[in-house]
């Protein structure tokens, strides 16, 4: 004789079962309590009677899942991610997995993997972000602006700037673009782009580059730059932020951009800003079409 593990459920069935087979209770009443069918309880009692209690264990306990992957492929996946994708997540990682290998599986079999190799961090192991405030309600109201420096086509061309614009409501990519730095003319070349496809925003709200605002103005020079003059006389508000956290949410998109399209320009074989800013359309599309955000009472703000 030696133990038998039952779960709880299972344990009440042998005592619904005992109380049965002892005549203290009916077969209709058992089947009650056990939201099982007459023919269910009698085979279960069939099942008791015969070998008692370990019978109404259940077949499968101990035996490997019908479908658990093969150590072989998990093998395989992860040769593949150390060898190519060695710096992704895992959720781009699975993705770039399914699409240029053929190799389909979930994202937590993917994270459970690389967790278990070392390859990546769980979530209590990383730090913790500023909670974000409150989004606005409407599409198009606020609009976060910023520019990342960053080596975008890592060594294969120079480093250069990503201006983002983001929508604060929706979390959509609104514009991107390649330029040499945060200067005006490239920040108004990216407004001219912005204003044609989507209209006039009701404010841009941005760090204190100097694009934006004058550092230490005097009575001889105001505190509004040239950009500042043109979303003025496209009455368009100009909103400076204090910190990077205040615009955590164009700081986080940079950060996921850092990760997401370095590595897909890499994929890509892309190599300099003319080619990337090609590239940046189809790329807004499924960034877009992953991460925004869709409010059930969604509406679209435009400046008076």
Request: include cysteine.
């Amino acid at each position: 004789m030696g133990w038998v593990v039952l779960s709880e459920r299972e344990l009440n069935r042998v005592e619904v079962l005992a109380q049965v087979d002892d005549g203290q209770l009916s077969v209709d009443y058992a089947a009650n309590m056990l939201s099982l069918t007459r023919r269910q309880v009698f085979r279960l009692l069939k099942r008791y009677r015969q070998d008692g209690a370990a019978a109404i264990r259940h077949k499968a306990r101990g035996k490997p899942p019908n479908n658990r992957i093969h150590h072989a492929k998990r093998d395989y996946a992860l040769s593949i991610i150390k060898e190519s994708y060695t710096d992704f997540g895992p959720t781009l990682a699975a993705e770039m997995l399914t699409e240029h290998h053929g190799f389909k599986v979930s994202r937590e079999t993917v994270r459970k993997w690389m967790q278990e190799d070392g390859i990546w961090l769980s979530r209590k192991q990383r730090r913790t972000f500023h909670q974000p405030r409150l989004r606005r309600e409407c599409f198009g109201e606020l609009i976060q602006i910023d520019g990342s420096d960053h080596r975008w086509f890592e060594d294969r061309g120079d480093p250069c700037t990503l201006l983002v614009f983001i929508d604060d409501a929706t979390s959509t990519l609104m514009e991107l673009r390649f330029v040499t730095s945060e200067s005006t003319f490239s920040y108004f070349e990216a407004l001219e782009s912005y204003l044609l496809k989507h209209g006039r925003p009701v404010a841009f709200y941005s760090d204190k580059h100097t694009v934006f605002r004058v550092p230490k103005p005097n009575e001889h020079m105001t505190g509004m730059t040239q950009f500042g003059r043109a979303l003025a006389e496209l009455n368009i508000e100009i909103i400076c932020a204090n910190s990077s956290q205040a615009k955590g949410r164009v700081e986080r998109a940079n950060r996921t951009l850092q990760d997401r399209l370095v590595k897909e320009l890499r994929i890509a074989g892309v190599s300099n800003m003319d080619d990337g800013n090609a590239f940046l359309e189809g790329f807004v599309e499924r960034y877009n079409a992953k991460f925004a955000k869709v409010r059930p009472s969604q509406t679209t703000c435009t400046a008076p």
